[in-house]
């Protein structure tokens, strides 16, 4: 097991931005009612923290993430449910140990609910 390069900070859940748009005018990848992505993420440590302060709500969840399976992995699903993920505002991903590299590419996708 070794410990994925990445400690992963999702931030501002609920922040109206224009980090990532959750709106029906994005392209999605549709997955089959049936999918289950492969389990080769373990959370190893998660800290949720919610902001009150302002007159918004701001979510912000730091997940350790160690890779478990046998080979390196690029994707990393995240799921929210259908009535939550129209309030999500901007969704953003980093390497908290290399800052300098910037946000993460995150990708909408949705599993459809009927064939």
Do not use: H
Request: proline content about 8%.
């Amino acid at each position: 097991m070794r410990l994925l390069n990445a400690a992963t900070t999702l931030c501002a859940l609920f922040l109206p931005s224009t980090l990532v748009y959750a709106d029906s005018t994005s392209s999605r990848l549709s997955l089959p009612p049936d999918f289950k992505p492969p389990q080769v993420f373990k959370n190893t440590n998660l800290v949720r923290n919610t902001n009150l302060e302002k007159g918004y709500v701001r979510e912000t969840v730091n997940v350790v993430v160690e890779n478990i399976g046998k080979k390196p992995q690029s994707d990393y699903y995240l799921p929210f449910p259908t009535n939550v993920y129209d309030k999500v505002g901007a969704l953003e991903v980093r390497d908290k140990k290399a800052p300098e590299k910037g946000r993460f590419d995150v990708e909408t996708t949705e599993v459809e609910l009927s064939r």
